[in-house]
């Protein structure tokens, strides 16, 4: 499967974003999927997973309750709405794509990945 991530640009700290995600190529119902971001000399970080059917969702402690993960399989997207922005939340965020994991917030768990789009907080 191919994903392709969008939504990202510049925002001043305290606004919102949706990331989207896009999968093409295969059947995207049977994947779970995930959020990471990854800021300049830093690690990637876990951010967000959802299941395959939407009914089990996880938050990385970085969200501190300010994102939402979704996903609509009919149309075979997945997003990551974002809320009260700040500086330290920019960073390239990815959406990942697995069938099946042990550590859902491990990023090597997932097999396929968007490339990226850049989400900048200014202050």
């Known amino acids: 499967v191919q994903l392709q991530a969008s939504g990202g640009g510049l925002v001043q700290a305290g606004g919102s974003l949706r990331l989207s995600c896009k999968a093409s190529?295969?059947?995207?119902?049977?994947?779970?999927m995930a959020w990471f971001r990854q800021a300049p000399e830093k690690e990637r970080e876990f951010l967000a997973f959802?299941?395959?059917?939407?009914?089990?969702?996880t938050y990385g402690d970085a969200t501190k309750g300010r994102f939402a993960i979704s996903r609509d399989n009919a149309k075979n997207t997945g997003s990551l709405q974002m809320y009260s922005l700040e500086p330290e939340d920019t960073a390239a965020y990815y959406c990942?794509?697995?069938?099946?994991?042990?550590?859902?917030?491990?990023?090597?768990?997932?097999?396929?990945w968007g490339q990226g789009t850049q989400v900048t907080v200014s202050s």
């Open positions: 190529g295969r059947t995207w119902s049977p994947y779970a």
């Open positions: 959802i299941s395959w059917n939407g009914q089990s969702t």
């Open positions: 990942a794509a697995t069938t099946a994991y042990q550590d859902r917030r491990a990023h090597t768990s997932y097999e396929y």
